[in-house]
């Protein structure tokens, strides 16, 4: 089997790191050689580097008319890039706009992708089932589920077959965090200064309680406790109640003929902590 497929653990298989720190892009581009020139990736322009488990892109673009700075990852090679950055606190300084947490197991013979999709969709999940492309098995098509809604959801699910040797194929089991989740998670990781393996398990826990058969397929990896982190939920209703009554407020205080100095300051404030808070 592939020296990258490891089996029956949890991995990050997919990371992208932000931060308006220049220093921190210079620091970390700085200690990985062999860039090539690569294509933009959404509008950040930047260079490849092809490297043990995976690729990493470093790119450039802007945010909020400031320079802004990506490094994203892929394959095996996420997990290690995230347990370096972790390990030095000059490394910190930025966000995590997505990070994709998989376990990839051996499924049995009669295992099937649309047998799956069907049980999803009778217990009243929103389910994708994309028609295959070229690639074949033997003869059999890789096929992939997906589960939720990617453009709307903070968490999104894949359940797809991979290619391997010494076996048929393999199972990978796939969330896709992003969002506030995805930096409350990366928040909670520099905060102690490691990767917690209890909180990316708990994503392949929920994962794994969708499916009856899928949690068994998944039980050699999910046997231990899990200790799930948890966002705030209630997100879309405080925007709402700031937009619709605290600003007009705040706008006619704002264009009063009164002393306003104080407000326009903390407002200024708010907005700087912000900033810092999104690097």
Not at 28 to 42: H, K
């Amino acid at each position: 089997m592939s020296d990258y497929i490891k089996l029956n653990t949890v991995r990050l298989d997919y990371l992208t790191l932000t931060s308006f720190d220049s220093g921190w892009f210079s620091m970390l581009r700085g200690e990985i050689d062999g860039a090539v020139p690569a294509s933009a990736v959404g509008g950040y322009v930047g260079h490849r580097i092809d490297i043990e488990g995976g690729t990493i892109f470093f790119g450039t673009g802007f945010q909020r008319g400031r320079s802004h700075f990506m490094v994203s990852c892929s394959g095996e090679a996420s997990h290690n890039l995230a347990s370096h950055v972790l390990s030095d606190e000059r490394l910190h300084n930025c966000a995590c706009s997505r990070m994709d947490v998989q376990a990839t197991v051996i499924p049995p013979d009669d295992w099937s992708q649309k047998n799956l999709r069907n049980r999803l969709e009778k217990n009243g999940k929103t389910v994708g089932f994309p028609t295959p492309k070229g690639e074949t098995i033997e003869g059999r098509k890789l096929e992939t589920v997906y589960v939720g809604q990617r453009s709307k959801s903070d968490r999104f699910y894949r359940i797809y077959m991979k290619e391997a040797e010494g076996v048929d194929y393999v199972l990978r089991f796939e969330v896709e965090l992003k969002k506030r989740r995805s930096r409350a998670i990366w928040s909670h990781f520099t905060d102690n200064g490691r990767i917690f393996a209890d909180v990316l398990l708990a994503e392949i826990q929920k994962m794994a309680q969708m499916d009856k058969k899928a949690s068994a397929l998944l039980a050699p990896v999910i046997s231990g406790d899990a200790r799930p982190l948890r966002v705030r939920s209630n997100e879309g209703d405080t925007m709402r109640w700031i937009l619709l009554d605290v600003m007009p407020i705040i706008e006619r205080l704002i264009l009063s003929h009164g002393n306003r100095s104080a407000l326009v300051d903390a407002l200024y404030a708010a907005l700087e902590k912000g900033e810092v808070s999104q690097l």
